[in-house]
């Protein structure tokens, strides 16, 4: 009987499925399978049986190794070439006595290996197909295609020249021609792109001392980071939480920083990728206000956490430049990035940021605040600076410190 019906019941339906279960043991059946179990699957008794009929051991070895040679061949036709591979290495070991077939045997894994990208494998088997057989131009051209792949433009261009005596036609000649002009504009190439690195490494190096010269003689700290010359490199100071590539660099002697500016009360924040360091804080809020109304520097002061003292603040007048802020002692630069605590005086948030804290103010910059507290009071009390204890306090120790 071919064929069978299954009949079953769901949900009151009757379903009918026609199945062929000849065609299915045939389909399954060793002798008709129209490919091998996979690699990982062991092969049933059967199959193993089949294989031994085909590949009897009281075969001679040449006959085996044609054997092995068709069947690599069909399984390199249907693109199955680790297949093919096995199949030709099986030939292989069999050492026959015919050199020519155990040329063509490695030429043709070489060229399996070949299509699998394996370019050192595949030149190992073409370099042993030209040994049995040195007229093998299959061998040799595909030979030549690997050192091409590989870089080797030399060994490339030798093997060429092999090929290229072996040449019996224009088309032949014209195929040489054409490799020949590869190997060239490769060689070539490689060769631009070896002279571009060693540009780029020695532009590198030389940005790298600049900048160390730079950095230690402004007297800028970094987290957790020692600068020494010996192993300071530009590429070292990039911010990898920025998706374009950000980092402090040279530019006519001066130093460009990307700097951060945190609005604490509303949780955002501004970035400026090249903040010159000449630049006063005034004149970047300016810039930064007229796309956000935020930054208007008649409304924020700027403060950054000292690197010396616990909870404390610093405050930075505004007139100040970038350069001189990042120098100052209680400055201390976290993961390559200047950040800065952006406040917005006119609001409550102004008092509940400064709750708790100390207020750190050098002598060089004391009469910035006084200047400007002074200057805020005279125009509205509603705007004041700092508190008024706060003020005092630090005008006393500013003149402590003159003493």
């Excluded at 043709?108 to 088997?125: E, I, M, P, Q, V």
């Excluded at 030798?158 to 014209?174: R, T």
């Excluded at 300071?232 to 130093?255: M, N, Q, Y």
Aim: net charge negative; with cysteine; glycine share 4%.
């Amino acid at each position: 009987m071919h064929g069978s019906k299954i009949i079953f019941h769901f949900f009151n339906v009757i379903y009918i499925i026609k199945f062929n279960f000849l065609f299915w043991e045939i389909e399954s059946h060793p002798a008709f399978m129209k490919q091998l179990p996979a690699d990982d699957k062991p092969m049933s008794e059967a199959m193993q049986a089949l294989q031994a009929l085909k590949y009897g051991s009281d075969q001679p070895p040449e006959e085996l190794a044609m054997e092995y040679k068709i069947d690599g061949n069909e399984w390199f036709l249907k693109g199955k070439y680790d297949t093919a591979i096995k199949s030709y290495t099986e030939g292989i070991k069999l050492h026959c006595s015919d050199k020519n077939l155990n040329s063509i045997l490695y030429a043709n894994r070489g060229a399996a290996h070949f299509l699998l990208k394996n370019f050192r494998s595949c030149l190992k088997d073409c370099s042993r197909a030209k040994m049995l057989n040195p007229t093998h131009k299959k061998a040799i051209k595909r030979g030549v295609q690997c050192l091409i792949s590989l870089g080797e433009f030399e060994a490339a261009f030798d093997w060429l020249q092999e090929l290229k005596a072996q040449a019996s036609s224009d088309s032949e000649l014209d195929e040489v021609m054409s490799l020949e002009t590869a190997i060239a504009e490769q060689r070539n190439a490689r060769f631009e792109l070896e002279k571009l690195r060693e540009r780029e490494a020695e532009k590198e190096a030389n940005e790298s001392t600049s900048l160390f010269i730079a950095l230690t003689h402004r007297r800028v700290k970094f987290k957790g980071k020692k600068l020494q010359l010996g192993n300071f490199k530009v590429t070292d100071f990039e911010i990898p939480l920025l998706a374009e590539s950000c980092r402090v660099h040279l530019k006519d002697g001066f130093l460009l920083w990307p700097v951060l500016f945190r609005n604490a009360e509303h949780e955002s924040l501004g970035l400026i990728k090249d903040f010159h360091e000449q630049l006063k804080f005034e004149e970047q809020l300016q810039e930064m206000a007229k796309e956000d109304p935020f930054y208007n520097p008649l409304d924020v002061e700027l403060y950054f956490y000292s690197c010396l003292e616990p909870d404390t603040l610093v405050f930075v007048p505004l007139g100040q430049k970038l350069g001189a802020a990042l120098s100052h002692e209680h400055y201390e630069i976290s993961d390559n990035l200047p950040d800065f605590y952006c406040i917005n005086k006119t609001t409550s948030y102004h008092a509940q940021f400064l709750t708790g804290m100390k207020m750190q103010v050098s002598s060089e910059n004391c009469f910035s605040i006084i200047h400007t507290c002074q200057w805020e009071v005279q125009c509205d009390y509603n705007k004041r600076v700092l508190p008024v204890a706060l003020l005092i306090q630090t005008v006393v120790s500013c003149l402590r410190d003159d003493k």
